[in-house]
């Protein structure tokens, strides 16, 4: 049974609704931020706020069941090279440092939050065995994650502690940034005005619920599971019909949602998620139930400009 957990990104999308859920669950949390006042969390029992930041040393931090790392380094501009150094010393060194620390602190789990963007340009759905190659987008951030997998593996080995690997893909839900294509549906079809979907509406994205996430990170912390795991939903969705799911979901009328251009663009392939389903029993839902989800929670945000 999971009782306590060391959180880094604590501040961040994923990490401030993993941390709802796990106080919700009875847990305690030890929140790693780099500034304490920027926690939007009310300061309750059971939460503790200790300042750090990527590249230093970890805190104390013993007596956690499991450090879940989601701190990182995202660059202002995927495609300068002058970005890499900082991206692999963030993602790849500074993630296996904090491994070890924590390894040496006597905690047993490491959730290593990656990327499933990772993955070689191509259609059809990748498995956690599919080819790594990230060189059509992002090549520095993405290889930095890649790097970084592969180090707290290793780490995992030599140290005896368990190490999972989530392969995000790409996430939504209460909290996330204002920007990009859900983002703008929401803002612009939630308030009764058009929407443009770029690209004959071809561009493809395997969107999955950010509850869905932290249930799978929880889960494979109870199972003390080890490896790669996808955390999509298997299911890649046009830039089209994810208009058309969010129409639905706060009562639009499709008749605001226009397509322009071309098809053509693909964007990312779905991860296949027979893995994290067979052994982590993951049941993520579609993208018409996470939207409902959220607007049901009565934490869907009208994106405001």
Not at 77 to 102: R, S
Not at 152 to 177: C, I
Not at 267 to 292: T, V
């Amino acid at each position: 049974m999971i009782k306590k957990l060391a959180v880094t990104g604590a501040t961040g999308f994923i990490g401030r609704r993993l941390i709802e859920i796990a106080f919700d669950r009875g847990m305690e949390i030890v929140a790693l931020v780099r500034d304490p006042s920027t926690m939007p969390q009310p300061m309750r029992s059971g939460l503790t706020l200790l300042q750090w930041q990527l590249g230093e040393a970890a805190p104390d931090i013993a007596g956690c069941d499991a450090l879940l790392h989601l701190a990182g380094y995202i660059p202002q501009n995927f495609n300068a090279h002058e970005e890499a150094e900082l991206c692999f010393q963030a993602n790849a060194l500074g993630a296996m440092t904090l491994g070890g620390q924590a390894a040496d602190q006597g905690v047993a789990k490491f959730v290593y939050f990656s990327s499933g963007q990772i993955y070689s340009a191509g259609q059809a759905a990748a498995d956690e065995n599919a080819s790594t190659y990230p060189l059509e987008r992002a090549t520095y951030y993405l290889t930095s994650k890649l790097a970084g997998e592969l180090c707290v593996q290793a780490l995992g080995r030599s140290k005896d502690m368990k190490v999972t690997v989530l392969r995000l893909a790409s996430v939504y839900g209460a909290g996330m940034h204002d920007r990009g294509m859900l983002p703008n549906f929401i803002r612009n079809l939630s308030q009764g005005r058009q929407v443009i979907v770029q690209d004959g509406g071809s561009y493809t994205a395997d969107l999955v619920f950010v509850d869905d996430i932290v249930e799978l990170a929880l889960r494979s912390i109870e199972t003390a599971a080890i490896g790669i795991f996808n955390a999509g939903t298997g299911q890649a969705r046009t830039s089209l019909a994810v208009a058309g799911a969010v129409a639905d979901a706060v009562g639009a009328d499709r008749k605001l949602i226009v397509v322009e251009g071309i098809a053509g663009r693909h964007g990312f392939a779905a991860l296949d998620i027979a893995k994290p389903a067979g052994e982590l029993a993951y049941r993520p839902k579609s993208l018409e139930e996470g939207l409902a989800a959220w607007r049901d929670s009565g934490q869907m945000k009208i994106f405001s400009k």
